[in-house]
């Protein structure tokens, strides 16, 4: 039953920052993780940052670490995804997903937003 929204993308130059926004329907989000991916033209989707909604602990894949941060609005029931020091190969649609914090995967998705980052 959850639904999830994503906003925030666009375009942007090499060095420069978005921020992502995933608003979340339901009443308690206690027992999720959620989590943001990412799918290039012609490339698999692929994980980018993760937050546990009980306690706010975090992980981010490699690629993105030290540049993007994932974060958490409790009473918004909303996540973020700031996003800085951008570079051309981040540019992919960004999804919004959410999943049982105790499984690996995730079981609801948004629609997805475009970030497009220029050299």
């Known amino acids: 039953q959850v639904q999830l929204v994503e906003s925030g993308g666009g375009s942007v130059q090499a060095g420069g920052s978005l921020r992502l926004s995933c608003a979340a329907s339901?009443?308690?989000?206690?027992?999720?993780?959620m989590g943001w991916f990412r799918q290039a033209p012609g490339k698999e989707r692929e994980f980018v940052a993760r937050?546990?909604?009980?306690?706010?602990?975090?992980y981010y894949a490699d690629s993105v670490k030290g540049r993007f941060t994932i974060s958490r609005d409790t009473a918004k029931n909303t996540v973020y995804l700031q996003m800085n020091s951008l570079k051309p190969e981040d540019t992919a649609v960004y999804y919004c997903?959410?999943?049982?914090?105790?499984?690996?995967?995730?079981?609801?998705w948004g629609q997805g937003t475009q970030v497009t980052v220029s050299s």
């Open positions: 997903a959410a999943g049982l914090f105790w499984n690996r995967d995730y079981d609801y």
């Open positions: 339901g009443r308690t989000f206690s027992r999720y993780a």
């Open positions: 937050i546990i909604w009980s306690g706010g602990s975090t």
